[in-house]
């Protein structure tokens, strides 16, 4: 019975079919590739702050960003423990927290 039905359809509607489930196919396979990736806008950093030596000692990873790319500024993205959120530091800050990070197993040493 079901055959039958479909026999009675035209080849215009089987065309139509089928180029909705092309479509479905292809909106689904992007909404795939942009959730998997990190396709979404990039974070910038819009402005910079000072951060006090207590906080820089907490910094557990940071990262640089330029301005040659997507973004407009130089900062330093650092990311403090027990923070959700990164600070967006002055670059010239890294100087200081190489040589904090440096000096930490040396102090934890003496103790």
Request: proline share 4%.
């Amino acid at each position: 019975m079901v055959f039958y039905a479909l026999k009675t359809v035209s080849p215009l509607c089987y065309s139509a079919i089928m180029d909705l489930k092309v479509v479905l196919v292809l909106a689904f396979l992007s909404a795939l590739a942009i959730t998997s990736t990190n396709a979404s806008i990039p974070r910038c950093c819009i402005g910079t702050k000072m951060i006090t030596r207590k906080l820089l000692l907490k910094v557990d990873r940071w990262e640089l960003q330029y301005s040659d790319g997507i973004c407009d500024i130089d900062a330093l993205v650092v990311h403090i423990k027990g923070r959700r959120k990164p600070v967006c530091v002055d670059i010239r800050m890294q100087a200081l927290l190489r040589r904090i990070k440096r000096l930490q197993p040396q102090q934890s040493k003496r103790i």
